[in-house]
C-alpha cells in the first residue's frame, strides 16, 4: 500500500525550507568513541608508557576525523548532492520527464529536479514515511517525516510539480517503464547489499527504455557500476566532487531504447538477501483532512 502527497501543517509566516539533518545516532557515537579513546591515550601514558598513548591519541583522532566527515555529510550532504547531480543532468532534462526520487528523505532532490520542470513533468519521492509501529510516538514522528518534503516543495513554490508517496525501495509501488530518471542519493551506505541490489532492479524496471538511473553516494560504488552493467545499462558517466571533501562519486547510467532483460540469476540474488518487507501504512483520515486544507492555501 502507499499514500499518494504527504501531509503538511499550516506554513508560517516568514518559514524557510528544512535541509538540514540532526546528527544521527551513529555521528554522535563516532564522537563517544573519540573522546574515550583520546581518555584512554591520556591516562595510558601515565598508567602503561608511551604505547598506550600513542594507540589511545591516533584511534581518538581517526574517529574523530571520521565523525566530522559523517556529521558534515549528514547535514550538509543532500544540499551539495543536489547541486552535484543537478549540474550533471541538466542538460538531458526537456521539462516534461517524469521523475523518481527513491528514498526522498527532506525532499532537498526532489525539489532541485521539480524547478527544472514544467507543467507537463512530475517529481515524485518514495520513503519508507509510513513504515511504523502503533505507539503514538512513532506515529508522531511518522507524521513530521510524511510532512516534511511536501512542505519544502510549497516553501519553494514546486508543490504542484510534486508527489510523495510512502513506499518500499525494494518493491516499488510503480508500474513498470514509468519514469524519464529514477535517482537514488546518499542511500547507499546505509543499505545492506541485498536491499542494495534490489532496490537497483526496481529501479530498472521502472525506468522507460531510453531513461536514466542515476545513483550518488559518498560510498565506493564500484559494486553498483558492476551491477548496472550486469543490467546492460550504459555507464554514461562515472563522475566525483570537487568540493573540499572529493568523496562524493557518481554514476549515471541509461537505460537502453530496445530495453533490457535482468538475468533471472540477478533478480533471484537479490531476492534471497533481502529480509522481511516492510510494512506500509495508508494516510489516516486526520491526515487526509490536513492535507486537503493545506492544497487549498
Known amino acids: 500500500m502507499s499514500c499518494d502527497s ?36 591520556i591516562i595510558g601514558r601515565k ?9 589511545g591519541i591516533s584511534v581518538g583522532t581517526i574517529l574523530l576525523i571520521v565523525g566530522l566527515y559523517l556529521s558534515y555529510q549528514t547535514k550538509y550532504g543532500s544540499i551539495r548532492a543536489r547541486d552535484m547531480i543537478l549540474k550533471e543532468v541538466e542538460d538531458l ?29 512530475v517529481a515524485h ?14 506515529r508522531r514522528k511518522h507524521r513530521k517525516a510524511l510532512s516534511l518534503p511536501y512542505r519544502n516543495a510549497k516553501l519553494e513554490g514546486v508543490a504542484d510539480r510534486v508527489k510523495i508517496i510512502g513506499g518500499d525501495p525494494r518493491n516499488l509501488p510503480f508500474k513498470t517503464e514509468s519514469f524519464d530518471f529514477a535517482i537514488l542519493s546518499m542511500l547507499v551506505h ?8 534490489r532496490t537497483l532492479v526496481q529501479m530498472t524496471r521502472v525506468v522507460k527504455n531510453g531513461g ?14 558492476d551491477l548496472l552493467k550486469r543490467f546492460n545499462l550504459e555507464i554514461v558517466k562515472v563522475f566525483h566532487s570537487d568540493a573540499i571533501l572529493p568523496l562524493q562519486n557518481c554514476i549515471i547510467a541509461k537505460k537502453p531504447e530496445g530495453g533490457i532483460l ?14 522481511a518487507p516492510i510494512k506500509l501504512n495508508e494516510l489516516t483520515k486526520e491526515q487526509e483532512e490536513e492535507l486537503k486544507k493545506l492544497k487549498k492555501l
Open 47 to 55: 598508567k602503561g608508557g608511551d604505547l598506550f598513548c600513542f594507540l
Open 6 to 41: 504527504s501531509p503538511s501543517p499550516p506554513l508560517e509566516e516568514g518559514a524557510k525550507p528544512t535541509y538540514v539533518e540532526p546528527l544521527s545516532k551513529s555521528d554522535i557515537s563516532f564522537f563517544i568513541l573519540s573522546a574515550a579513546s583520546l581518555l584512554i591515550g
Open 262 to 275: 535482468i538475468p533471472d540469476e540477478v533478480v533471484e540474488s537479490t531476492k534471497s538477501k533481502v529480509t
Open 190 to 197: 546505509n543499505m545492506s547489499a541485498g536491499t542494495l541490489d
Open 212 to 225: 536514466y538511473v542515476i545513483v550518488h553516494d559518498f560510498w565506493n560504488m564500484t559494486h553498483v557500476e
Open 93 to 121: 532534462i526537456v521539462g516534461n520527464e517524469q521523475i523518481l526520487d527513491v528514498g526522498t528523505g527532506n525532499g532537498a532532490l526532489l525539489v532541485g529536479f521539480a524547478k527544472l520542470l514544467n507543467k507537463g513533468g
Open 125 to 138: 519521492g518514495v520513503d519508507v514515511f509510513t513504515a511504523v509501529t502503533d505507539d503514538n510516538v512513532s
